[in-house]
């Protein structure tokens, strides 16, 4: 049986340098790994600043 995979869309080379600045941002923002935060965004789905800034404060108050 062959497997589907779904391609994701192209993303814009400007968009996905804006992307990560955003990422780069947030990272040292919150002194966390930009790989972190890219793990976040992946989980959520949403690039959205507050939804990964409320991510983020619940990982730090697991820790």
Do not use: D, F
């Not at 049986?1 to 192209?10: D, E, H, Q, R, S």
């Amino acid at each position: 049986m062959a497997l589907n995979k779904a391609k994701t869309p192209a993303v814009e080379p400007e968009a996905a340098a804006k992307m990560e600045e955003e990422i780069a941002y947030l990272a040292k923002l919150h002194r966390v790994s930009p790989a972190i935060v890219r793990e976040i965004v992946r989980q959520t789905g949403s690039i959205e600043r507050s939804t990964i800034e409320r991510e983020i404060s619940r990982g730090k108050a697991r820790r």
